[in-house]
């Protein structure tokens, strides 16, 4: 880490906001000084104004059963609601969503298109018996189903939990065990780079690993055979075209659960995080519209997928609330080939666009020739999400994608805040390229030491969160302990986000990633546990150490190292084997990169296995001292595989 503390310090470059923005900016200076001044009426103010509710809250928050806060507790509302039903009397035929397909076709959905596809849907789930409280697993593509899916759960009071449809089938059967989903809203394929993902196939496989599960509803895209199970698997379209285009909203609590999303945390069990209603929805507007600044007549384009947070805060429940006309891709950025974004940018003149760091380095090894081929001028202001940007690749998007004259915000946040948290404010705050500035108004995080004690500028520690905000996680599904034991005991009273970070000389954040065992891959979270424990489950595999190292496109590349049963011979077909047993048991995104089989990994007298080392190792750099070890010999073996594993 005091490496890159070392490098941030020299970036001295700063990009004043853009001074169309600042003249008509959403946010100003007044949030900071109503928030510093009264961070409760603050966050009530937003409620109130950003929310149609059955009946306002009277309270703002509970925290006598603290880290178990309570937001606008007497508060009533439905987000379905909120997002649809009271946009269409003025707005019914605003589109919601351009969508576009990966093979090329598309749609254009209406706000009133979209309330009633959403009601159709919601009148089929009761049909199967849906009811309020139910969990719902959602394993879909991006197509405008799963938008869909998660506001008619949303409508009915029932819980989404959206799988990512890059997850193996018993990645999703863990999930679905994990929350007792009792239906999944699936589809018999999904479109990724022109191939088919079998969705449909990968759901009947997990499903001989639960028994949770009473209903399929499968949307027809992909055209690829399936295999229908009478009485428990229904055709979308057969479910749904024949119901009702009106359906009662719910009258939800505004600490009724919303919905589940699965992380990855320390140990190989995902935690499910879980979110409520109007603290949920009162973080995302609020956000949404200071962040991204989006006027009424803007097109606004979150390229990214609903099956991560990002998605289902900035795709669907921020800028639905917020009456956003939004672009949606079902696709890969390099398909059909690497002019793809750029093409969907001029055809529908996209003014906001927000993608993540990883995507910047892989359209710059692309070349700009790509961006170059089209009329990006449309564009005001780019956002990034999900990892540390490194200046480099935000000069590359201010200047190649941005035309050197948009607002760049990049955001922190985490499935676990909701929404975002330090950011700039395009109106306000004068950029550093790699520095995600500062808190959002109403958001007390800080840089603490070891002992919680926040630090001096200059000086870098651990990211933590003072004092509770409306978005924030309620519980980990089903295990308040682990609730409790991964955020709220590192320190007393405060929230422990798990990220390195440290204030330059103005006070500015700068992020420096996870100091946990924590891999983000493509700004993706994988454990490093998790991967261990997939490998440990081969046949073939004595004990697994996985670390993340650096790696110029995804930013950590997952690298493991093996040891064998007695009798198993280390080849190239073996490592091959592991590689796609990990993907089979967690996803394609959770295959290593690469893996060295080795005699023996490097451990401490105690028996603890060394990772930094491994990290020092994969990463090519001069190693400390070894001496603690107790097998040092070990190390330059290590040294010479991990060199040769390099171009897996
Ligand atoms: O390490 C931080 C990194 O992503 C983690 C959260 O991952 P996830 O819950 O999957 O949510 C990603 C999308 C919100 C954080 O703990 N992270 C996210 N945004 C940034 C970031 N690191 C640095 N800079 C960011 N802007």
Same mark, same amino acid.
């Given at each position: ?12 470059r ?17 949030w900071?000084?109503?928030a ?10 937003q409620?109130l104004?950003r929310?149609t ?7 703002i ?6 880290p178990?806060?309570?937001?606008f ?5 439905? @987000?379905?609601?909120?997002?649809l039903?009271?946009? @269409? ?6 589109i919601?969503?351009y ?11 209406t ?18 018996d ?7 697993a ?6 405008p ?21 890059g997850?193996?089938a ?8 994990d929350a007792?989903?009792?239906v ?5 394929g999904?479109?990724r780079r022109g191939?088919? /993902?079998?969705?449909?196939?990968n ?35 057969? &479910? ?10 719910? /009258?939800?609590?505004?600490e ?5 999303l ?7 069990k ?9 603290? !949920?929805?009162?973080?995302?507007t609020t ?7 989006v006027k ?12 991560w ?7 669907? !429940?921020?800028?639905?609330a ?11 950025p ?6 793809? &974004? ?23 090894k ?23 940007i ?16 948009c ?26 390229? +790699? ?18 004690i926040?630090?001096?500028?200059g000086?870098?520690g ?5 004092s509770?905000?409306?978005s924030?996680l309620?519980?980990v ?9 991964t955020?709220?005991?590192? !320190?007393d009273?405060m929230?422990?986000a798990?990220?390195?970070a440290?204030y330059d ?16 891959i ?6 490093t546990?998790? /991967?261990e424990?997939? @490998?440990?489950?081969?046949e ?14 995804? +930013? ?7 040891? @064998? ?21 967690i ?7 690469s ?36 097998n ?17």
């Amino acid at each position: 880490m005091s490496e890159k503390i070392e490098n941030l310090l020299g970036e001295d470059r700063t990009f004043d906001p853009p001074s169309s923005i600042v003249e008509n900016a959403n946010a100003t200076q007044e949030w900071f000084d109503l928030a510093n001044e009264d961070r409760l009426a603050y966050w009530q103010k937003q409620a109130l104004e950003r929310i149609t509710w059955y009946k306002e809250p009277k309270e703002i928050l509970d925290d006598s059963d603290a880290p178990f806060y309570k937001w606008f507790k007497d508060g009533e509302l439905n @987000l379905a609601y909120n997002c649809l039903d009271r946009h @269409l009397e003025t707005d019914g035929d605003r589109i919601a969503f351009y969508w576009e397909g990966e093979p090329g076709d598309s749609q254009e959905i209406t706000y009133k298109d979209l309330y009633e596809r959403v009601c159709k849907l919601s009148n089929g789930l009761k049909e199967l018996d849906v009811k309020k409280g139910d969990r719902i697993a959602i394993y879909l593509g991006m197509t405008p189903e799963i938008v869909i899916s998660m506001l008619a759960c949303a409508r009915i009071g029932a819980v989404h939990s959206v799988v990512f449809g890059g997850f193996s089938a018993e990645a999703l059967a863990d999930r679905i065990n994990d929350a007792e989903a009792k239906v999944v809203i699936t589809a018999d394929g999904a479109w990724r780079r022109g191939d088919i /993902v079998p969705l449909k196939q990968n759901v009947d496989d997990s499903l001989k690993l639960t028994d949770h599960i009473e209903s399929v509803i499968v949307v027809k895209r992909t055209e690829n055979d399936v295999t229908m199970v009478d009485g428990r698997d229904y055709w979308y379209s057969e &479910l749904v075209d024949k119901q009702e285009a009106d359906c009662e909203p719910e /009258v939800m609590n505004a600490e009724d659960m919303l919905y589940i999303l699965y992380t990855s945390g320390t140990t190989a069990k995902p935690k499910g995080i879980v979110h409520t209603q109007a603290g !949920y929805l009162t973080g995302v507007t609020t956000t949404h519209s200071a962040v991204f600044d989006v006027k009424e007549d803007d097109i606004y384009w979150c390229a990214a997928d609903c099956g991560w947070v990002t998605g289902h805060s900035y795709i669907v !429940y921020g800028p639905l609330a917020n009456k956003t006309t939004s672009v949606m891709y079902e696709g890969a950025p390099n398909a059909p080939d690497e002019k793809r &974004l750029w093409s969907i940018v001029e055809k529908y003149k996209v003014n906001i666009f927000y993608t993540a760091p990883t995507a910047i380095r892989a359209f710059m090894k692309w070349g700009v020739e790509h961006p170059q081929a089209h009329d990006l001028t449309s564009l005001r202001l780019l956002g990034t999400v999900g990892e540390p940007i490194n200046p480099e690749a935000w000069m590359w998007y201010h200047e190649n994608i941005g035309n050197e004259s948009c607002a760049i915000v990049d955001t922190w946040w985490q499935t676990e805040t909701g929404s975002i948290m330090i950011t700039p404010l395009p109106g306000i705050t004068s950029t550093k390229p +790699g520095s995600a500035c500062g808190p959002m108004p109403g958001i007390d995080a800080v840089v603490v030491d070891e002992n919680g004690i926040e630090v001096s500028k200059g000086e870098g520690g651990y990211l933590a969160v003072k004092s509770p905000w409306p978005s924030m996680l309620r519980t980990v599904f089903g295990d308040e302990k682990r609730y409790i034991d991964t955020y709220w005991s590192k !320190y007393d009273g405060m929230y422990f986000a798990g990220d390195g970070a440290k204030y330059d000389d103005d006070g500015y954040f700068w992020l420096l990633g996870r100091v946990d065992d924590v891999m983000n891959i493509s700004g993706h979270r994988i454990s490093t546990a998790e /991967v261990e424990s997939a @490998l440990v489950a081969h046949e073939s595999v004595a004990e697994a150490a996985v670390i993340g190292r650096a790696d110029e496109i995804s +930013g950590e590349a997952i690298a493991a190292f093996v040891t @064998l049963i007695g009798g198993y011979e280390g080849n190239e077909e073996l490592i091959s084997t592991l590689r796609q047993h990990v993907s089979d048991k967690i996803g394609p995104i959770a295959k290593p990169k690469s893996i060295v089989i080795t005699n023996d990994l490097p451990k401490t007298r105690s028996g603890k296995i060394m990772r930094r080392l491994l990290k020092d190792i994969s990463e090519e750099r001069k190693l400390g001292d070894v001496t603690t070890l107790a097998n040092a010999d070990i190390v330059s073996e290590l040294q010479t595989r991990s060199s040769e594993s390099r171009d897996e």
